[in-house]
């Protein structure tokens, strides 16, 4: 078997390319022993056939080391000549390989060493494994193809703020102190979503509906765990949310794992970026690749976390309560997830090997606020230039149409004074005064908002 012919073939290529490293590995110890026993069989035809000494000789110097071959004076006959030729045409098939990856600096496919460090580390799928950069087109061509037949895309999916929420035992607040009594056991983690690790110094709180989305997710996506968190703590947390290890498997990537200080990449995932949607609660973090990101509403649950954050408020443990499991960020978040898949697999006309997930994201996006006209009022630091604002970009990209100067046309004005000028206007001509919460929670649930949850009320100067 060989790691450059041997592609993958099943639904991952992270796990099927450690399988078939251990594999090759296992060959390769077996290879030995059957050389011994093949030995030991020999010795004893010879101890039967005292004739044969002669062949005996022969097969001892054929598995004599080829450096000590020059210092052997051979019989007429002598099958050295062949090892010989055996020897030049591995050393030939070594000048002539490409080296696809590295083991521990050994080629895993020719065996020889290697000092160059060129390629990405895939640490997370086996310890010191490097591959080189035409390998991995080659892995990540191979496993597209496989998961395209099965109509699944990547996920790659965030843990704190995302699908959990995680805090410092010493840094619960004497309101948080009742969560300690009403954690659940680590025995079956599969019925509880509070837990107590001792060991780490550590409550986690798993975010409502998360096994509900991990299952579904998974029928549509082969999924990654991708934080940046260290790795012992990504392993723990991948024990919580997949106790069974039926969603992710050893798919678990830490900051330990990546390429860049402080960033995540998706050149540790052996998926192709056209194919790859993102979790994440933080945009930062995913520079190059925004336009695969799916940007998700943080879950605070514990004060510590509303305190990292900046939030003057009370947590959601210290208001003991929760996020919905039918109308949460994971509930929205899945029903969007679905749109894509089927948009993708369903609608596109283009062959399904050009088809780019991302592409899919904006015209999804894009139908969030399609035929909103919005007018900003108050919004902006005065001389700031309005079309380069957040709020305008974010407007823009879910579909709504923005403007500086009021007309029939506009639909909405986003304000946070109800006193000013325009603010009037639109309550006096019957269009929507929203808050510009009401443009945040549309981009965050990739959904058009009611506008009487975000109403807009006068300062108190006016």
């Not at 290879?31 to 030995?39: A, C, F, L, T, V």
């Not at 000590?68 to 020897?87: A, C, F, H, R, Y």
């Not at 494994?129 to 395209?148: P, Q, W």
Request: aromatic share 8%.
């Amino acid at each position: 078997m060989s790691f450059v012919t041997d592609s993958p073939v099943h639904s991952s290529s992270s796990d099927d390319f450690a399988a078939l490293l251990d594999a090759e590995l296992e060959v390769g110890s077996s290879g030995s022993s059957h050389d011994e026993q093949d030995d030991e069989e020999e010795e004893v035809d010879d101890d039967n056939n005292d004739d044969d000494d002669d062949d005996l000789d022969n097969q001892r110097n054929k598995r004599c080391k080829t450096e000590k071959l020059e210092d052997v004076e051979e019989p007429q006959g002598s099958t050295s000549q062949g090892l010989i030729e055996e020897n030049i045409e591995v050393s030939l098939k070594r000048d002539l390989c490409t080296h696809p990856g590295s083991f521990g600096q050994m080629c895993i496919l020719c065996g020889q060493r290697l000092d160059d460090e060129s390629g990405v580390t895939f640490g997370y799928i086996h310890k010191g494994l490097r591959l080189g950069n035409d390998e991995i087109v080659r892995l990540r061509s191979t496993d597209m193809r496989n998961l395209l037949r099965h109509k699944k895309l990547y996920l790659v999916l965030d843990l704190d703020h995302t699908l959990l929420n995680s805090t410092l035992l010493m840094h619960l607040t004497p309101e948080e102190e009742y969560l300690k009594a009403q954690s659940d056991s680590l025995l079956d983690v599969s019925k509880g979503s509070l837990f107590m690790l001792d060991f780490m110094h550590m409550m986690t709180k798993l975010r409502p509906f998360v096994h509900t989305f991990l299952k579904e997710a998974s029928e549509m996506f082969e999924m990654y765990i991708y934080t940046m968190g260290d790795r012992p703590y990504a392993l723990e947390m991948a024990k919580l949310v997949d106790p069974r290890r039926e969603y992710f498997s050893g798919r678990v990537i830490s900051r330990d794992d990546g390429t860049l200080k402080h960033q995540k990449g998706l050149d540790v995932i052996l998926g192709q970026e056209s194919a790859v949607v993102i979790l994440d609660d933080t945009e930062n973090a995913w520079m190059k690749h925004k336009d695969n990101l799916i940007l998700m509403e943080r879950y605070h649950f514990f004060a510590s976390s509303c305190h990292q954050f900046g939030y003057n408020c009370k947590s959601l443990s210290q208001l003991k309560s929760d996020e919905s499991e039918t109308d949460g960020a994971l509930s929205s978040v899945l029903k969007v997830l679905r749109q894509i898949h089927h948009i993708f697999f369903e609608e596109l006309d283009s062959e399904l090997s050009s088809r780019d997930v991302r592409q899919v994201l904006k015209t999804v996006r894009k139908e969030v606020l399609k035929g909103c006209k919005i007018v900003f009022s108050r919004v902006f630091p005065a001389k700031f230039q309005a079309d380069s604002h957040l709020l305008w970009k974010m407007s823009e990209q879910l579909g709504a149409t923005c403007s500086t100067e009021t007309d029939s046309s506009v639909t909405h004005v986003v304000s946070t004074d109800a006193g000013t000028e325009k603010s009037r206007w639109a309550v006096k001509e019957k269009k929507f005064l929203v808050h510009p919460q009401w443009i945040e929670a549309a981009n965050y649930l990739w959904q058009k908002q009611p506008e009487e949850n975000f109403p807009v009320s006068q300062t108190k100067n006016q």
